[in-house]
């Protein structure tokens, strides 16, 4: 994967925060989406102390054209408030503690990581749940089970390994017609299979 070494997630942010607030947007909708959405939302809301204050219903508005933007913008409001009062307007930095926030669990914490910390760790979307399976690095029928799969048979660098697989799947490995043509690993391919987490 020396191909993308340098890989990085393709949402746009200029801080932890706004990290934070576009991979919890970016659950069921695309990066692309995300990016559109939040350039009103960050104008508006540049930290935590201003979306702790925020009015659910403007935050509705401001995220309306993302998937689920109603859970999501409780979500937001609520894991504000909870920095704000339980971790005094910072962000924590560990795993365990980033999954209490409201609309954040096991991925979202090790996608933060990732991206901020270069955290050597695994987190396992549904492009890295894909591309293990297409070639054969996993055949755990879940993405918790995929993960320690993973994490076990790669050990270092797991960062750059899961940004890698991201942009692998999303733009080659692809879950609907796969662009093989393209395709660097097609070799160790050991199906078209769109896989799915059950």
Same mark, same amino acid.
């Given at each position: 994967?020396?191909?993308?070494?340098?890989? @990085?997630?393709?949402?746009?942010?200029? /801080?932890?925060? *706004?990290?934070?607030?576009?991979?919890?947007?970016?659950?069921?909708?695309?990066?692309?989406?995300?990016?559109?959405?939040?350039?009103?939302? #960050?104008?508006?809301? +540049?930290?935590?102390?201003?979306? !702790? @204050?925020?009015?659910?219903?403007?935050?509705?508005?401001?995220?309306? !054209?993302?998937? #689920?933007? /109603?859970?999501?913008? /409780?979500?937001?409001?609520?894991?504000?408030?909870? $920095? &704000?009062?339980?971790?005094?307007?910072?962000? +924590?930095?560990?795993?365990?503690?980033?999954?209490?926030?409201?609309?954040?669990?096991?991925?979202?914490?090790?996608?933060?990581? $990732?991206?901020?910390?270069? %955290?050597?760790?695994? %987190?396992?979307?549904?492009?890295?749940?894909?591309?293990?399976?297409?070639?054969?690095? !996993?055949? %755990? &029928?879940?993405?918790?089970?995929?993960?320690? *799969?993973? *994490?076990? @048979? =790669? *050990?270092?660098?797991?960062?750059?390994?899961?940004?890698?697989?991201?942009? =692998?799947?999303?733009?080659?490995?692809?879950?609907?017609? +796969?662009?093989?043509?393209?395709?660097?690993?097609?070799? #160790?391919?050991? !199906?078209?299979?769109?896989?799915? +987490?059950?």
């Amino acid at each position: 994967m020396a191909k993308y070494d340098k890989a @990085k997630t393709e949402l746009n942010y200029k /801080n932890g925060y *706004e990290l934070l607030v576009a991979i919890v947007l970016s659950a069921q909708c695309t990066d692309k989406r995300v990016n559109i959405i939040t350039v009103k939302l #960050f104008e508006k809301y +540049p930290d935590i102390i201003s979306l !702790s @204050k925020a009015k659910v219903d403007d935050i509705k508005q401001l995220i309306d !054209s993302c998937s #689920f933007f /109603n859970n999501k913008a /409780n979500n937001l409001l609520t894991m504000a408030t909870q $920095i &704000k009062e339980q971790y005094n307007y910072s962000i +924590p930095k560990r795993q365990k503690e980033l999954e209490t926030l409201a609309g954040v669990g096991e991925k979202t914490a090790c996608v933060y990581l $990732i991206e901020l910390y270069d %955290a050597n760790i695994m %987190a396992v979307d549904t492009h890295v749940f894909r591309v293990s399976h297409r070639l054969g690095l !996993s055949y %755990a &029928k879940t993405v918790a089970q995929t993960k320690i *799969e993973l *994490e076990k @048979k =790669f *050990e270092t660098d797991l960062n750059k390994l899961h940004q890698a697989m991201v942009l =692998f799947g999303r733009y080659i490995c692809k879950a609907v017609k +796969p662009d093989c043509d393209r395709c660097i690993l097609v070799e #160790f391919c050991k !199906s078209k299979k769109s896989f799915k +987490p059950s």
